[in-house]
């Protein structure tokens, strides 16, 4: 696999970077830049985050890409973000782009090396739901996010959410209300504060819309090993670059693939 081959290289060039004298024009701790899992840090006062996510998987040749903007709504205490997301299903050959979700997200809790942040979010019906890549109705989901740096090096995270869709149509036009579940916990071991070795699992489980009055779930659950480091430079920007490898474990057994990450994080003014 590609991405296995790479990904050494890719820990060794983090290392050889930010170790140049003189790269990083200051220190800003790599934070929020998970890749399946949400971090309970909301955007800081006057900062915007964008990020772009791919994935790949190899047995079923599915993609997916998406895009996520954050804004403090004007400050830490409030978020507003959105996710547009373009996936590509391998069975039927469609690729399009997706639900595109709203979100709000309320800082609970930011003190003591403990963070919480509620989220809920609209799903809206942009993707079309012949080629599989929507519901065609709106959708709701609530998320909590939990954060405890456990040390000066082990920083953990865990996430619970439910969705929830109601008359969601099937390929074939069939509507019904579909539940799902998504739940996940990691560990980042900081190496530095911009250079940063990660281990999560994430899985969810989502009813499907019944067939012949029969509905049925479908459960994913993937461990995925990673390596992000931050590009600091001087006018407050910062680049987080990073790349894992989701490996299926249990109802997603013989899957696995890449992940690509890449957040470009900066004052709005």
Do not use: C
Request: no cysteine; net charge negative.
């Amino acid at each position: 696999m590609i991405l296995s081959r790479v990904l050494p290289y890719f820990i060794l060039a983090g290392f050889v970077l930010l170790t140049r004298p003189g790269f990083a024009e200051e220190v800003k701790k790599i934070q929020d830049n998970s890749f399946l899992l949400e971090e309970a840090y909301n955007q800081e006062d006057g900062v915007i985050q964008h990020i772009q996510v791919f994935q790949y998987l190899k047995k079923s040749k599915d993609w997916s890409y998406k895009f996520t903007q954050e804004w403090p709504v004007p400050k830490q205490a409030h978020q507003l973000s959105y996710d547009i997301p373009v996936n590509h299903v391998h069975e039927g050959d469609n690729t399009g782009i997706g639900d595109i979700q709203m979100n709000y997200r309320y800082q609970a809790i930011f003190q003591d090396k403990i963070a919480l942040a509620p989220r809920f979010s609209l799903i809206l019906p942009t993707g079309d739901y012949k080629k599989e890549l929507g519901t065609d109705t709106v959708g709701y989901q609530v998320n909590l996010p939990l954060s405890v740096e456990l040390s000066d090096k082990f920083v953990t995270h865990w996430n619970m959410g439910a969705t929830f869709t109601p008359d969601a149509k099937d390929a074939a036009g069939t509507k019904s209300n579909v539940r799902g579940f998504n739940y996940g916990a990691s560990l980042i071991y900081l190496v530095n504060e911009n250079f940063n070795l990660m281990l999560e699992t994430a899985g969810t489980t989502t009813e499907t819309v019944p067939q012949h009055g029969v509905t049925t779930t479908e459960s994913t659950f993937f461990i995925n090993p990673g390596v992000r480091f931050a590009i600091n430079f001087k006018s407050g920007l910062q680049v987080v670059p990073g790349l894992s490898v989701p490996i299926g474990i249990g109802p997603s057994e013989g899957e696995y693939g890449g992940l690509v990450y890449l957040s470009f994080e900066h004052p709005l003014f």
